[in-house]
């Protein structure tokens, strides 16, 4: 290991782009972190029909997201998912998951709480992370 900083890769696109593809290839080939941000979402979507809450209710999804860990695990070339520590890798692919992700992707509070979990996964670079917003809001400094 040297001690010259990773950098953090960003890829950002529109839904089926291409994005998750490239980055789990570039990922592996460098040995960096893959970040699937869209997970991070689906996630907390995944507890919040879990514990019924309303996901147009920003203020109760932002609490709810104060107080779920969210962990993004890499098993060989996999990519694992951890709500609470617990594995829902599969659940957050689910129909009921995927209908009801953008609404809860759109509220602003729960955004910024996302982004600021985000940067800190890239603050020690090593990651490369895929989103709709990674080089716009994320890691505005990426290239
Ligand atoms: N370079 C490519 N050429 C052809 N098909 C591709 C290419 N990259 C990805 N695909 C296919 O397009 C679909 C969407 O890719 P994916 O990486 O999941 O998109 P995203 O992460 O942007 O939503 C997948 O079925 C994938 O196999
Ligand atoms: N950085 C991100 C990543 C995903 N999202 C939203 C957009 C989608 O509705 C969901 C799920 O993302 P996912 O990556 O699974 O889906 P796409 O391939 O981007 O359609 O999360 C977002 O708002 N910002």
Excluded at 46 to 72: C, G, P, Q, S
Excluded at 78 to 89: F, H, M, W, Y
Aim: proline share 2%.
């Amino acid at each position: 290991m040297t001690n010259q900083r990773r950098i953090a890769i960003a890829i950002d696109g529109p839904a089926a782009a291409g994005k998750s593809t490239v980055a789990k290839i570039v990922a592996r080939k460098l040995n960096f972190l893959y970040i699937d941000t869209g997970a991070m979402y689906r996630a907390l979507t995944w507890k919040a029909l879990k514990e019924k809450v309303d996901v147009r209710d920003e203020e109760r999804l932002y609490e709810l997201l104060r107080h779920t860990a969210i962990e993004l695990k890499q098993e060989g070339g996999a990519q694992r998912v951890l709500v609470d520590g617990k594995e829902v890798t599969e659940a957050i692919r689910l129909p009921d998951v995927t209908r009801n992700v953008s609404d809860v992707s759109k509220h602003e509070r729960v955004r910024r709480e996302m982004v600021k979990r985000q940067q800190q996964l890239a603050e020690n670079g090593g990651v490369v992370m895929d989103g709709r917003d990674i080089g716009t809001c994320v890691l505005p400094e990426a290239r």
